[in-house]
C-alpha cells in the first residue's frame, strides 16, 4: 500500500526527474567536449549544470504548485533550496579552489621528492551559471511534470 502511494509522489519524481536530466546533460557535454564517455560524469559532483540545485529547485517548485506558494512549507523548502543554492555556488566552490591549490602545492613536493599524496577533488562546487542553469532545469521540469 504504501509503496504504491509513494510511486504516484508527483513531487518525488520531479525531483528525481530533475537530477537524472541534469547528470544526464552533463554526460552530453562531457562527451561533446573530450569525445569520450566517462561514468564518473553520471554520478560525480560539479558541473553544468547543477543537479543538486535542479532538484532542489524542482523540490520548491512542486511544493509551491501543489501547496500553494503562501503556505508555510513552501516558505520552508524555499529557505532549503535557497541554502542549497549557496552551497553548490559558494561554499562547495570554495573548497574547491583550495583543494586546486593543495594539489598544485602537492605537485611541488612530489616533483622535488618531498612527499607524494593522492590528489584532492578539485570540482565539488558550481560557477554561479552552472547554479542557475540548474535552477532554471529544476523549474522547468517541475512545471512540466505538474498534473
Known sequence: MY?????????FWTCAA???MAQSIKV?????????????????TGGM???????????ATSIGVTYGF???LFAAVLTFTLIVLFDAQGVRRSAGQQAEILNKMLDDMY?????DEDKLKEFIGHSPVE????????ILMSLLFYK
Open 3 to 11: 509503496l504504491a502511494e509513494f510511486s504516484r509522489n508527483y513531487i
Open 18 to 20: 530533475s537530477w537524472i
Open 28 to 44: 552530453a557535454l562531457g562527451i561533446i567536449r573530450e569525445k569520450r564517455f566517462n561514468f564518473r560524469w553520471f554520478v560525480g
Open 49 to 59: 549544470p547543477s543537479s543538486h540545485v535542479a532538484g532542489a529547485s524542482a523540490l
Open 70 to 72: 503562501d503556505s508555510g
Open 111 to 115: 616533483w622535488k621528492k618531498k612527499l
Open 131 to 138: 547554479v542557475w542553469a540548474g535552477a532554471a532545469l529544476g
